[in-house]
């Protein structure tokens, strides 16, 4: 029997993770390209050699989407594999219909082919969409862990935008750590808020490797916490499946791939940010939940935001930055930083899109829904640079800063700014504390 040539679709996360555990040493099948999309400058790379296995001695080339037709018939591809997250119904299957066309079958491969098993106790956060409030819904989690004694080591899913081949495994314990690895603005958003509270975070490209050096972390290991990205299902399988979702988009949760898989996989689903969402819309959501996963515990829960100065709001003429990828495919028209320019009285949002620049200017044109609020792109140094550029041209009083991690420690903030801060607040019961009381139990003995 011939081999089967396979295009894995992705965006440098999900797609080279099902390589490594299903296709990597796979004789049946030849892996013939990547395709990237959502994240720019990571096409035109290889995957190396050295992470693709003894099959691959050449490594495998990473081309754009765009090209995907053209190169289905130039490899006379046999199959295409959808392996990235968060997006609608309609666009994934739009993209099957452009595959079928060009001749081939159209796939997506599940938890069974893809979830590693561990040593370790595993709690695994996902969400049916990007910025729900995963992180922060992680990060309550960790400290719940961490106050009961328990060494937490948290794992991200993958955001590799460098060198791949320095990226297999990455550690990161202090904030020195960040620099060494050459981080972007999307990485330290995520790791920095786990290394400020004490816990040690691994990332990376290979996430057998990472697991296996995470359960030998040097500062010991009780607790997998798996902080996934976008809204995807866990590369590891989990002893507690925690869904976060979000009544700001209601509907979502069952229109969105993979989102509706995290949420019917889910023990435990977490209605967030219901303080600044209508009813009807939280109604909405516990329908959805009932209906494809009533055996879930729901929990309640709030986005509570502070802000470190909010005489730079009050009657100001303010420009609002917020987290980039949840603008852009996450698809949020209201974040952390618009909630916080109504509560503390902003008497302007001023639209950045007129003083963008560079590659800001760029992803306005390529998700022209983002509205008025400037999206802390910042996947490489010109990105970096631009964003800086535009807040500087930007004619404002002041800067609503509402990113995880502070922005002005990365790049010049030339303008008065103060900070958005946010974090998991549950309502009610259960909560998170009555939800971990038997699984800290089990881990204690």
């Not at 603008?327 to 003083?355: N, Q, S």
């Amino acid at each position: 029997m011939s081999q089967r040539k396979v295009i894995i679709i992705g965006a440098a996360g999900r797609d080279f993770h099902n390589f490594n555990t299903f296709y990597r040493d796979n004789p049946d099948y030849t892996v013939v390209a990547f395709t990237a999309a959502q994240i720019p400058d990571i096409a035109g790379r290889k995957y190396p050699a050295s992470l693709a296995g003894s099959l691959y001695p050449d490594g495998i080339p990473i081309y754009e989407q765009t090209e995907l037709e053209k190169i289905i018939k130039e490899f006379d591809a046999d199959e295409c594999v959808f392996s990235y997250s968060d997006v609608p119904y309609s666009y994934v299957m739009s993209l099957g219909a452009k595959v079928n066309a060009a001749g081939a079958a159209f796939s997506m491969l599940g938890h069974k082919n893809t979830m590693i098993k561990s040593t370790k106790p595993v709690i695994a956060v996902g969400a049916v969409r990007t910025g729900c409030g995963k992180s922060q819904t992680s990060r309550r989690i960790a400290e719940i862990l961490m106050a009961e004694g328990l060494k937490v080591i948290a794992i991200r899913h993958p955001m590799p935008y460098g060198d791949l081949e320095s990226q297999k495994v990455q550690r990161f314990a202090t904030i020195e750590d960040l620099k060494k690895h050459n981080c972007t603005i999307e990485e330290m958003e995520e790791y920095e808020p786990h290394i400020e509270r004490g816990n040690v975070i691994y990332a990376g490209v290979d996430y057998e490797a990472i697991l296996r050096a995470a359960e030998s972390d040097p500062d010991g290991c009780d607790v997998i916490l798996w902080d996934g990205g976008n809204n995807d299902f866990s590369f590891y399988k989990p002893d507690l499946m925690v869904t976060v979702t979000d009544p700001h988009r209601p509907g979502h949760e069952l229109s969105y791939y993979p989102g509706e898989v995290t949420l019917r996989l889910a023990d435990v689903v977490v209605i967030n940010k219901i303080d600044s969402a209508d009813y009807e819309n939280i109604l909405s959501v516990r329908e959805s939940i009932e209906s494809v996963n009533p055996q879930a515990i729901v929990v309640d829960a709030a986005s509570t935001i502070s802000v470190d100065d909010a005489g730079a709001i009050k009657g100001k003429r303010v420009l609002v930055v917020e987290d980039g990828p949840t603008l852009t495919h996450g698809d949020m028209k209201i974040g952390a930083g618009m909630v916080a320019a109504k509560r503390f009285g902003a008497a302007e949002i001023i639209d950045p899109r007129p003083y963008a620049v560079g590659k800001l200017a760029e992803t306005f044109a390529i998700y022209p829904n983002i509205g008025n609020l400037l999206p802390a792109m910042g996947y490489g140094e010109e990105q970096m640079r631009d964003l800086a550029a535009t807040i500087d041209a930007t004619d404002c009083d002041s800067v609503i800063v509402a990113t995880p991690i502070d922005l002005a420690r990365v790049i010049n903030i030339s303008k008065p700014y103060t900070r958005v801060q946010y974090e998991l607040q549950e309502i009610g019961h259960p909560d998170m504390e009555d939800i971990l009381k038997d699984f800290i139990r089990r881990i204690k003995g």
